[in-house]
């Protein structure tokens, strides 16, 4: 891990998401110290007010001291977003050094013909998953967002491609938008399950997006995965529940994309 503390940085479509990481990763999976969640338009007087909370690494106005650096590493899928913090820690944290990662960046074979046409997102989680998996044993990764993705690493440990399908606000806010009648859902995450028989409009749109979502996951995750021959790693907006329903054995990394940054940055 550099010396300077590293604050890793997730930047999606709808939420930048934040941790900081001080001490070397080790042989474990890294878990950030502190993690802030922000809308993708910034809430920056938020962002300083955190990092003034954590051991006053940075006063709540101005400048951050040049003696006082932080190490930034940037994932991002979301370019206007990132570069809206970029210029926001040029004029408010100059001394900080800020690295945007790119696929050649990552400790990462990548088996496919444009590795950076691949959301940096979804390379950053196979590199944490490979810290994961059991070795030998290849990983399938579901990163619910805005987008779902779920991906395929391989037993050696390369990225192998996957799937990419609209995430649940997603859906929701396309049904709403092509038809007449139907209302909007506030459903931005996979929460606790609905019940599968909706006894009004709103309640059965709920029901066919909660369950829609698992049941093209989980298909996706035993299409991938076959019959328990591979580990199963869920992150993103997805519950304990949702966990259990799309793969009984899955486990839930809530931090796995900052996990990833941080292993990039301990390279």
């Not at 590795?115 to 990764?141: F, H, I, K």
């Amino acid at each position: 891990m550099p010396s300077s503390p590293l604050i890793a940085v997730d930047v999606g479509n709808a939420r930048i998401k934040l941790g900081l990481f001080r001490r070397p990763a080790g042989p474990a999976l890294p878990v950030p110290e502190n993690a802030l969640q922000l809308t993708a338009r910034a809430d920056f007087e938020r962002l300083a007010a955190w990092l003034a909370e954590i051991d006053g690494l940075s006063p709540p106005a101005g400048p951050a001291p040049p003696d006082n650096p932080l190490a930034w590493y940037i994932g991002s899928v979301n370019r206007p977003a990132a570069a809206r913090l970029i210029d926001w820690l040029r004029d408010h944290r100059p001394a900080d050094r800020v690295s945007m990662l790119a696929a050649d960046d990552l400790p990462l074979v990548v088996r496919l013909a444009r590795p950076d046409m691949v959301g940096v997102d979804r390379l950053l989680d196979a590199v944490a998953a490979n810290r994961l998996r059991t070795p030998q044993r290849p990983a399938v990764v579901v990163d619910v967002g805005s987008a779902i993705t779920v991906d395929l690493v391989s037993a050696d440990g390369a990225f192998l491609g996957g799937a990419i399908l609209p995430g649940i606000a997603m859906s929701a806010r396309a049904l709403n938008e092509f038809t007449d009648l139907l209302p909007r859902i506030d459903m931005s995450e996979l929460a606790l399950p609905p019940p599968a028989v909706g006894t009004a409009t709103e309640a059965a749109i709920r029901a066919g997006l909660f369950w829609g979502a698992v049941g093209a996951v989980r298909q996706l995750v035993h299409q991938m995965a076959g019959p328990g021959q591979a580990d199963v790693f869920l992150t993103g907006g997805a519950s304990p529940a949702v966990a259990a329903l799309v793969y009984p054995a899955a486990t839930l990394v809530p931090h796995l994309t900052l996990a990833g940054i941080a292993l990039t940055a301990d390279r």
